[in-house]
């Protein structure tokens, strides 16, 4: 963030939790600390609970709520659809309306902004080109006279994306998300988004949506358009994979249909944690913990061994936020998900970090390669001084949907390689079959699987096989 000589607006400090590890409740509420940043999906707000009644006529868990959409879409189709659309997005859609024209995506497209449009045929190109740097290519091997395997990557044949749209504009979440497909080749991309200014009315989306050559955009969101995605209805047919971000309930129905498609993750609340020493900048460790905790809920958390660095970290903060028209937001997600942690040494603060297992990583120490060999779990990391998260999120390359809640422990960011299905391909000829005959026959034998040894032997058999 830019230096200012302006008076900040007066405001309270912020009160964001200092945990420091040498005291007795350290290991406690480090445990507090990472529940909350792995919700169970149960929590609803006393406005969610109101409209659950509405719509329900109980107050449904978001489990249940899930359960009776997905449930629904199944049985009724784009009627259950459009009916879920109106009580919960507030929009009236039919069969006409609920899918993007082809005009409307070049309308928009002829309206936007050039400028605009540069920087996202920039940021295409950017993620284009690391997506498809890293793609996996068919490989060949023969380990032994006679037998040949390769294994083979072909792309799916048809994905979902689901694009945000309740709060803001995402035209980088349809990046993101899109692009990586693209690269793998995957054939058709179906966009489902909200009903709303920020979504399927947008036309700064749907500008980008039309540069892509995104052509089936549908105003749907929430766990009906996962379902909708899922089990297929009027307009909208099955797809094989769903990715993209989205709020609890869309997480939830992820979750839920998981196993009649794919799908890239269950994701949580935003959230980095930022490994600092001496030499890092307080304005920028600030503005990086402000970056992800503005999305509210948000999580930033700052582990360092510098004690001097966590009072001038505070003191950005309270300065910091009084500038930023989501500075309040960003305020209560630091307060509730975010931590200034004052670890013994570097070796603690390596034995912590990989323990989080955060979403975005931000190492900015004196050598940040080095410590970043020893940092195993994280969605992606940012080294250095100069490198913040934002970068990551708009428009270096590498997509932005990341495990988050500690799934980064065995989990990880999407990528093309996750458009692409593997199938192995083995061939033999004589000289193979009777090279890895011997150990069928063993294997089979020991498993008391006669089939599978006589498939061999009636091979290899002079006579053609059993007797006749």
Not at 120 to 131: C, E, G, M, S, T
Not at 190 to 207: H, I, K, Q, R, S
């Amino acid at each position: 963030m830019p230096r200012s000589t302006s008076t900040p607006t007066p405001t309270r400090p912020v009160k964001i939790p200092r945990i420091d590890c040498s005291t007795d409740d350290a290991r406690e509420a480090i445990a507090a600390l990472r529940k909350k940043l792995s919700p169970k999906g149960d929590v609803v707000s006393p406005r969610g609970r109101e409209r659950t009644i509405a719509v329900f006529g109980q107050p449904l868990t978001p489990h249940q709520v899930v359960d009776r959409i997905c449930a629904d879409v199944r049985e009724r189709g784009l009627d259950a659809v459009l009916d879920y659309t109106e009580k919960l997005d507030g929009r009236k859609l039919d069969r006409s309306t609920v899918t993007v024209s082809a005009e409307e995506l070049a309308d928009a497209y002829r309206q936007a902004d050039r400028s605009y449009l540069k920087t996202v045929r920039r940021v295409r190109d950017n993620i284009l080109a690391f997506q498809s740097g890293i793609l996996l290519r068919d490989a060949t091997m023969r380990p032994a006279p006679g037998v040949e395997l390769t294994l083979r990557y072909r792309p799916m044949r048809r994905v979902g994306i689901c694009v945000p749209g309740g709060a803001a504009a995402y035209p980088s979440s349809l990046l993101m998300t899109v692009v990586p497909a693209q690269a793998a080749g995957v054939p058709e991309i179906a966009v489902v988004v909200p009903p709303t200014e920020f979504g399927g009315y947008n036309t700064d989306l749907l500008a980008a949506c039309h540069l892509l050559g995104v052509t089936e955009v549908h105003r749907v969101g929430g766990a009906q358009a996962v379902a909708a995605l899922a089990f297929g209805v009027e307009g909208i047919r099955p797809v094989d994979k769903i990715v993209g971000p989205g709020n609890l309930f869309v997480a939830l129905a992820k979750q839920k249909v998981y196993g009649e498609v794919d799908i890239d993750s269950i994701a949580g609340p935003s959230e980095v944690v930022l490994v600092a020493d001496w030499t890092a900048d307080p304005e920028f460790v600030a503005a990086d913990l402000m970056s992800q905790a503005e999305h509210s809920p948000g999580s930033g958390i700052l582990i360092t061994w510098e004690p001097d660095l966590i009072d001038r970290v505070a003191d950005a903060l309270d300065r910091q936020l009084s500038r930023l028209s989501r500075g309040d937001l960003a305020r209560d997600s630091l307060e509730q998900f975010g931590a200034l942690i004052l670890v013994r040494d570097e070796d603690e603060a390596v034995e912590l970090t990989n323990l989080f297992a955060p979403e975005h990583l931000h190492v900015s120490t004196s050598d940040a390669h080095r410590l970043a060999a020893r940092l195993t779990n994280a969605g992606a990391i940012f080294l250095g001084h100069l490198t913040p998260v934002a970068l990551g999120d708009y428009a270096a390359g590498p997509s932005h949907v990341l495990p988050t809640g500690g799934t980064a422990r065995w989990a990880s960011g999407l990528a093309s390689n996750d458009f692409l299905k593997r199938s192995s391909l083995i061939h033999v000829d004589r000289q193979g079959l009777e090279h890895l005959a011997p150990d069928v026959r063993l294997l089979a034998d020991k498993e008391g699987l006669t089939a599978h040894r006589y498939s061999v032997d009636v091979r290899l058999a002079e006579d053609g096989g059993l007797d006749r």
